[in-house]
């Protein structure tokens, strides 16, 4: 079996696991593909892998639901900045600063499973809201463009929110689309979103999908806390292995 195929079967597992634990818990697949993809190649190779199933199965989440043109109303200053902020950053992901964009990933995935286990929650009036938005939204877009991964501080900043469960999800998903495009449009003006990865992403979105569809069937079926016990204790050891080696390589 040539090495082309392994890579591809390899890739396609990876994006199978991110989406089933996207359709599980309704986030985690940029999170856990670039994590598994850092593994083996440079964090801007795989950002740039994960556009097309990311933008694909965010689309979806985002526009499942009723609320989406309030939701949009709302948070056009944080979804404005988000992509701000990606793109005034990605030359750290981009650049030749490997070791740091390992070990910056690293940081955000320990912040984020310590988040998920602690189960904490604050809650943001809406008169701070309208200026903590462009603030949370330029901090996601620099931790964007830095590492791949949009998820702090936008998830736990929209979970402050007030919003039920139905329009968590569809604000989750509407963020994450955003931050998509503004992490493409990064990497293409860097030079580093071609043909190529184009490519390879595309073929990526059937496994996602497949492991999105598989993890909404199982979700009614595992216990919540347990479930995401186990995934941000996942995300801890995987966070403190990509810290320790993006230090070492500096």
Request: glycine fraction near 14%; hydrophobic fraction near 55%; charged fraction near 10%.
């Amino acid at each position: 079996m040539g090495d082309s195929v392994v890579s591809a079967i390899f890739i396609g597992l990876i994006f199978l696991a991110a989406g089933l634990v996207k359709g599980v818990v309704g986030l985690g697949l940029p999170t856990v593909a670039i994590g598994l993809l850092s593994l083996t190649m440079p964090p801007a190779a795989a950002a740039a892998l994960l556009i097309a199933p990311s933008l694909a199965t965010n689309v979806w989440q985002s526009c499942v639901g009723e609320h989406f043109w309030a939701l949009l109303k709302r948070l056009w200053p944080l979804l404005a900045t988000i992509v701000l902020g990606t793109l005034l950053s990605i030359g750290v992901l981009t650049g030749s600063s490997a070791g740091l964009a390992n070990a910056a990933l690293g940081s955000v995935l320990i912040v984020y499973g310590a988040f998920g286990l602690k189960g904490r929650r604050f809650d943001v009036s809406r008169a701070l809201e309208r200026w903590l938005s462009p603030l949370m939204g330029i901090l996601t877009g620099l931790i964007a463009g830095t590492t791949g991964v949009f998820v702090m501080p936008l998830i736990p900043y929209l979970n402050s929110l007030g919003f039920d469960k139905n329009e968590l999800v569809q604000a989750l998903g509407l963020a994450f689309t955003v931050s998509t495009v503004g992490l493409a449009a990064g990497l293409a003006m860097s030079g580093n979103f071609q043909l190529a990865a184009a490519s390879a992403s595309l073929l990526a979105v059937l496994p996602a999908l497949v492991g999105m569809w598989i993890g909404q069937r199982l979700r009614g079926r595992i216990a919540g806390p347990a479930f995401k016990r186990w995934f941000f204790s996942g995300l801890i050891g995987l966070g403190i292995y990509m810290l320790g080696r993006g230090l070492l390589s500096r």
